[in-house]
């Protein structure tokens, strides 16, 4: 009996022990699939979601790697970037992107199909940090229709000496012709053409020769003569009368010149879709104003958005979404897309686009003739340097002078200046 006692002990504690075996087994983690990777592209670029978005969808099909797009002003990025729901890719207009947050991208296929390198963004150390997107230029416009019927052709300028002959000559037949050579060079406060874009050319020569790439806290002017001269053509062979020139804004500019009264305007890319309704024939070509050398250089150009990966993300979505942004320069339906969205992209599979403007700076880009970068972008604190530049402009154009141009130099250096310090930077 005692042995038959021992034995069905003996059995109940195996029983036992089989059954803690099981639930053990039973209680341990499944083993888990790594997470799929997955691409949340931020755009700050207003009215591009609906374009983002149905090319997310093409990818997702393509590929089963699940694409959102979201939508924040620059002003928010810093702070999405650093939640919890952080984009792994994301836009930045030109001088608000957060270097932290940029994936050095040197050695990457995305950076391997740029046409060229002149408007990427570098980390301090030297490393590639973001991609040109979204490209703006400007210059000057041409009806040349207009031009034709003056007696001249497009190839007839090719520096500032002949701009300048070719201009004169059509002003002094101004009434006869119907048209001016210049539209008026609107000078309201609200008008910023001139003393950003216009002042951009001196600037961009300096810094070129210095090898400035970053904002200096001071300039020296060496160029700014030039700035007299080109804007002085654009006073003398003009309709309006300089006194009055703070009362024309950028509007009546272009309206004149889409209404065939100029054969020149200074303007941009951006206005493609406004000037291609009224100007048939139209061309653009370099602001010349006498720097030597000038000649070689391309049209003012450069980024208006840049585009980075979030070095903050996990290696797998980093991996997938520099493979998303690929697709998107690579694709022979998705370039076509984002050509047509940004009307201009510096990539080697971007179709040639109708807008004669940007056409016409990335084929000297493909020549070799480098753009006239945006200079006035370094000025520190740019928007309130800018007003005051523009005010002494319009007062130089009420009394031209050396006097009055003298302030116009001071207020370009010296405000630089100004501005730098009144920033905390000196």
Same mark, same amino acid.
């Given at each position: 009996?005692?042995?038959?006692?021992?034995?069905?002990?003996?059995?109940?504690?195996?029983?036992?022990?089989?059954?803690?075996?099981?639930?053990?087994?039973?209680?341990?983690?499944?083993?888990?699939?790594?997470?799929?990777?997955?691409?949340?592209?931020?755009?700050?670029?207003?009215?591009?979601?609906?374009?983002?978005?149905?090319?997310?969808?093409?990818?997702?099909?393509?590929?089963?790697?699940? $694409?959102?797009?979201?939508? =924040?002003?620059?002003?928010?990025?810093?702070? %999405?970037? =650093?939640?919890?729901?952080?984009?792994?890719?994301?836009?930045?207009?030109?001088?608000?992107?957060? %270097?932290?947050?940029?994936?050095?991208?040197?050695? *990457?296929?995305?950076?391997?199909?740029?046409?060229?390198?002149?408007?990427?963004?570098?980390?301090?150390?030297?490393?590639?940090?973001?991609?040109?997107?979204?490209?703006?230029?400007?210059?000057?416009?041409?009806?040349?229709?207009?031009?034709?019927?003056?007696?001249?052709?497009?190839?007839?300028?090719?520096?500032?000496?002949?701009?300048?002959?070719?201009?004169?000559?059509?002003? *002094?037949?101004?009434?006869?012709?119907?048209?001016?050579?210049?539209?008026?060079?609107?000078?309201?406060?609200?008008?910023?053409?001139?003393?950003?874009?216009? $002042?951009?050319?001196?600037?961009?020569?300096?810094?070129?020769?210095?090898?400035?790439?970053?904002?200096?806290?001071?300039?020296?002017?060496?160029?700014?003569?030039?700035?007299?001269?080109?804007?002085?053509?654009?006073?003398?062979?003009?309709?309006?009368?300089?006194?009055?020139?703070?009362?024309?804004?950028?509007?009546?500019?272009?309206?004149?010149?889409?209404?065939?009264?100029?054969?020149?305007?200074?303007?941009?890319?951006?206005?493609?879709?406004?000037?291609?309704?009224?100007?048939?024939?139209?061309?653009?070509?370099?602001?010349?104003?006498?720097?030597?050398?000038?000649?070689?250089?391309?049209?003012?150009?450069?980024?208006?958005?840049?585009?980075?990966?979030?070095?903050?993300?996990?290696?797998?979505?980093?991996?997938? *979404?520099?493979?998303?942004?690929?697709?998107?320069?690579?694709?022979?339906?998705?370039? =076509?897309?984002?050509?047509?969205?940004?009307?201009?992209?510096?990539?080697?599979?971007?179709?040639?686009?109708?807008?004669?403007?940007?056409?016409? =700076?990335?084929?000297?880009?493909?020549?070799?003739?480098? *753009?006239?970068?945006?200079?006035?972008?370094?000025?520190?604190?740019?928007?309130?340097?800018?007003?005051? $530049?523009?005010?002494?402009?319009?007062?130089?154009?009420?009394?031209?002078?050396?006097?009055?141009?003298?302030?116009?130099?001071?207020?370009?250096?010296?405000?630089?200046?100004?501005?730098?310090?009144?920033?905390?930077?000196?």
């Amino acid at each position: 009996m005692k042995k038959l006692t021992a034995i069905l002990l003996i059995l109940a504690l195996c029983l036992c022990a089989c059954g803690k075996g099981d639930d053990s087994q039973a209680s341990s983690p499944a083993p888990q699939e790594p997470d799929t990777p997955s691409v949340r592209f931020l755009t700050t670029i207003p009215g591009t979601e609906k374009s983002f978005r149905s090319l997310a969808k093409a990818y997702t099909e393509q590929t089963g790697i699940p $694409v959102e797009i979201i939508f =924040a002003g620059d002003d928010d990025l810093p702070q %999405l970037l =650093a939640g919890p729901e952080a984009p792994t890719a994301f836009t930045a207009a030109a001088g608000q992107l957060p %270097l932290d947050y940029a994936l050095p991208l040197d050695g *990457s296929k995305l950076a391997g199909e740029l046409l060229t390198q002149e408007f990427t963004i570098f980390h301090p150390d030297g490393t590639l940090a973001a991609l040109p997107l979204e490209l703006g230029v400007y210059g000057i416009l041409v009806n040349v229709t207009l031009l034709r019927q003056a007696g001249y052709r497009l190839e007839d300028i090719h520096s500032f000496e002949t701009l300048k002959t070719v201009a004169e000559d059509i002003q *002094s037949r101004s009434v006869a012709l119907g048209f001016d050579a210049f539209t008026a060079a609107g000078l309201s406060p609200s008008s910023l053409r001139f003393s950003g874009e216009l $002042v951009s050319l001196p600037l961009y020569y300096e810094f070129r020769e210095a090898g400035i790439t970053e904002t200096p806290p001071a300039i020296t002017g060496k160029y700014l003569d030039h700035l007299r001269s080109i804007f002085d053509l654009y006073l003398a062979n003009a309709p309006a009368d300089p006194r009055f020139l703070s009362g024309i804004d950028d509007e009546e500019s272009r309206i004149a010149f889409t209404s065939s009264l100029a054969v020149f305007y200074q303007g941009g890319s951006w206005e493609y879709a406004e000037l291609s309704r009224a100007v048939e024939e139209l061309a653009v070509i370099p602001i010349y104003c006498g720097i030597p050398g000038e000649e070689q250089s391309g049209l003012c150009m450069d980024a208006l958005h840049h585009w980075a990966v979030n070095a903050q993300a996990s290696p797998e979505d980093q991996a997938a *979404s520099l493979d998303f942004l690929y697709y998107l320069v690579t694709d022979r339906q998705a370039i =076509a897309v984002m050509a047509d969205l940004f009307g201009g992209i510096c990539y080697r599979s971007a179709p040639i686009h109708p807008n004669p403007i940007l056409a016409a =700076a990335l084929e000297q880009l493909a020549q070799g003739r480098p *753009s006239v970068t945006w200079a006035y972008r370094l000025a520190p604190n740019p928007a309130q340097w800018r007003r005051t $530049v523009v005010t002494a402009l319009t007062a130089y154009a009420e009394d031209p002078s050396d006097k009055t141009w003298a302030i116009v130099t001071d207020t370009i250096v010296d405000g630089w200046a100004y501005e730098y310090r009144l920033a905390g930077n000196d």
